[in-house]
């Protein structure tokens, strides 16, 4: 399990949001899972981020964007301390 705080921006019908939870799962990491479609949450992830695009991971308050292509590889190195892939 990881010693990370994961924190996942999503939305209901975004398929690399579905992909990356998915695979936070698989892998046994925890993530707090936020909907960007709540306009609260929407500023919340602007404010933080800069952005308000889905998906957005934040590791230990690092932000991640993109596809769950091109992410993978980055939460693969960011997480690489708590797991063995």
Same mark, same amino acid.
Do not use: N
């Given at each position: 399990? &990881?010693? &990370?705080?994961?924190?996942?921006?999503?939305?209901?019908?975004?398929?690399d949001c579905a992909t990356l939870k998915r695979w936070l799962t698989s892998q046994g990491v925890h993530f707090v899972e936020r909907d960007l479609t709540n306009p609260r949450i929407a500023?919340?992830?602007?404010?933080?981020?800069?952005?308000?695009?889905?998906?957005?991971t934040l590791v230990d308050g690092k932000a991640i964007w993109g596809t769950a292509a091109e992410q993978l590889p980055r939460l693969r190195r960011l997480l690489a301390t708590d797991h063995a892939f």
């Open positions: 399990m &990881s010693h &990370s705080h994961v924190e996942i921006y999503t939305t209901p019908t975004c398929p500023d919340e992830a602007r404010r933080r981020t800069g952005l308000r695009i889905a998906p957005i």
